[in-house]
């Protein structure tokens, strides 16, 4: 984990943490993220509102590459949305498969999984998500889970 909820408290905060996040660049593990977002990251201990329903709990996931294992991500996915916590997949690149991307995201997936054909491109699908971030309340409740 890089940094919790509640680490920060002003967004020059958020925006300076994010800056020194490290690139990992190892194999995708998003079953792995997923169970560690559902049980650590978005818990009232670690600064996630779980009452209040004007805060969406909302993940944004970018990933390079397709899941290590596709059932284990797909089981944790559902389990991450039951939980209330709605999903935004972002793939970069050649390797994904949007297909199991979208199988992640939220509902309607067509709305909530994006691709990037390189890094420098994230700006086209930046606008998109921002809305999604601030709207957020729509995927709070997903059919699918």
Do not use: W
């Not at 949007?98 to 994006?114: G, I, K, Q």
């Not at 957020?136 to 699918?144: A, E």
């Amino acid at each position: 984990m890089e940094f919790y909820l509640n680490d920060y408290t002003r967004s020059m905060e958020v925006m300076g943490a994010l800056r020194r996040m490290s690139y990992g660049g190892d194999q995708a593990n998003l079953a792995a993220g997923l169970q560690l977002l559902r049980s650590q990251v978005f818990t009232a201990t670690h600064g996630a509102r779980l009452y209040d329903l004007g805060v969406a709990r909302l993940a944004v996931i970018f990933t390079e590459s397709r899941p290590t294992t596709l059932a284990a991500t797909l089981a944790e996915a559902a389990a991450t949305r039951r939980a209330g916590i709605g999903i935004v997949t972002v793939g970069i690149g050649s390797a994904v498969d949007l297909y199991d991307l979208s199988a992640v995201a939220s509902y309607p997936h067509e709305r909530t999984t994006f691709h990037a054909h390189r890094l420098g491109n994230l700006s086209d699908v930046s606008d998109p998500i921002k809305r999604i971030i601030c709207r957020g309340t729509y995927l709070l409740i997903d059919l699918r889970a």
